[in-house]
Each structure stands twice: as structure tokens, then as C-alpha cells.
């Protein structure tokens, strides 16, 4: 089994949908968890921190769920600018690991 | 602020040949990571620092791969030999993380492309 499991997609949803992603981690030891954005050939940048008691960044939620071991993003509102791949990130002790991304292409 | 720097941004070379990739974290950053990235995947770590020291190493190909970090700032990865499979963009990543185990946000350069023929 993966640290870090995601499904790759790629979702294609209309502009203005909502959209959400899980991604489940192994390692019950991790206690740092992102949301990174990836846009085609350019490198990662972080999206969101996620925390215990979730967080928002205006259409963006973040939710951890350590019980099931895995944390979610949702997306309100899809602009064609959110179309990337959303990469999971979890970091226990000594070990950071990310996921392999989930593609999302909004279309207009 | 300058953002973490990487040479060259493309290689391309001949399998079996040597390969060296350089990185300037951002500074006062105290931990690097080098990623390997292929296409269509997350980025793999290969190797973690926290100042000069390797704290995870685990994933990085000893055969062939090597790193260093001398004075704590910037660092080089190096292939000798390349193989066709190696063939990926390499990444260097730096953060300012505290002690407990807690990671920080990691800022990527823009990575280097190489190509194995």
C-alpha cells in the first residue's frame, strides 16, 4: 500500500461546479498535512495547510480526518484557472511524502 | 525575497555519462529536499537535510546517486552513471522547519529537466 493514495483523475467538471478530493495516508504517525497545487511543466506550490479543525481559503476547504487517515479538498465555484493537479502531502517524523496528484480540468 | 534556484533548467546527456544539478535554497531555510518527478507522478523524495546533515536518505539510489550539502546552504545531486531511467525533472525544495517533527511549507524551485539518451 502507497503513504499516500490519490485518485489521478482526471476529473473534468463545468465551470462554477464543486469539486472534492481525498486523499488517505498510512503512516498514523503523521502530524503536517498540505495541499499543493501543480500546474503543467512548473513546479508545486503550496495550495493549503490542513489542520485538525479544518480551514478555508475562500473557495478552497481543507478537512482532516485522522480517525479514517485522510484529508480532503473541496473547491467551490470551479474557475477554468483552477484546471491542475492538486497533489496530497502528509510528514510524520523524519519522513514527508506526497501523493501522486489528482488532475482537474475545468471546462467552460 | 529570491525564491530557491536551480542549474541548469534543462540536460541533456548520454547514458552512462555523469550529471550534476545545483541548488540555493531560499535563505535562512534550514531543511533541503531533492525530488525526482516523473511524468504523471508526485514528486519522489530522495534525499532530506536538515542543515548539512542527511536526515532521510532512504529512497536515493546509492549505486549511482550522491549528494551533498558541505556548509549547509546550497547543495549539489549528482548521477554517475546516468541510465536511461533516470530520465525525470529533478527538484529542490527548501522550508524553515522547527524542531518536534512539524513540517513547514516547502518552496520548490523551478527544477531541472534531464534527458538520458
Known amino acids: 500500500r502507497k503513504e499516500v493514495e490519490q485518485d489521478p483523475g482526471p476529473f473534468n467538471v463545468p465551470e462554477g461546479a464543486t469539486v472534492a478530493f481525498n486523499c488517505t495516508y498510512s503512516?498514523?504517525?503523521?502530524?503536517?498535512f498540505f495541499w499543493y497545487r501543480q500546474d503543467c511543466r512548473k513546479e508545486p506550490k503550496l495550495l493549503m495547510s490542513?489542520?485538525?479543525s479544518g480551514n478555508e481559503d475562500g473557495r478552497f476547504t481543507a478537512q482532516l480526518n485522522r480517525a479514517s487517515q485522510y484529508i480532503s479538498l473541496l473547491i467551490r465555484d470551479s474557475k477554468l484557472s483552477d484546471s491542475a493537479t492538486y497533489l496530497c502531502v502528509s510528514g510524520g517524523y523524519q519522513k514527508v511524502t506526497f501523493g501522486i496528484g489528482t488532475k482537474l480540468q475545468v471546462i467552460p | 525575497e529570491a525564491g530557491v534556484v536551480q542549474s541548469p533548467r534543462y540536460k541533456i546527456i548520454e547514458k552512462k555519462q555523469p550529471v550534476a544539478f545545483w541548488c540555493n535554497p531560499i535563505?535562512?531555510?534550514?531543511?533541503l529536499y531533492w525530488y525526482r518527478q516523473n511524468l504523471g507522478q508526485g514528486p519522489e523524495l530522495l534525499i532530506r537535510?536538515?542543515?548539512?546533515?542527511?536526515?532521510?536518505d532512504s529512497q536515493l539510489p546509492k549505486d549511482r546517486f550522491s549528494a551533498e550539502r558541505l556548509k549547509g546552504v546550497d547543495s549539489t545531486l549528482k548521477i554517475q552513471p546516468a541510465e536511461l531511467g533516470d530520465s525525470a525533472v529533478y527538484l529542490c525544495?527548501?522550508?524553515?522547519?522547527?524542531?518536534?517533527?512539524?513540517?513547514?511549507?516547502?518552496?520548490f524551485g523551478p527544477g531541472t529537466r534531464l534527458t538520458v539518451l
Open positions: 535563505s535562512g531555510h534550514n531543511t
Open positions: 525544495a527548501s522550508s524553515l522547519d522547527l524542531a518536534g517533527g512539524l513540517y513547514n511549507e516547502q518552496f
Open positions: 537535510y536538515e542543515n548539512e546533515e542527511a536526515v532521510d
Open positions: 503512516n498514523s504517525a503523521s502530524q503536517s
Open positions: 490542513v489542520y485538525s
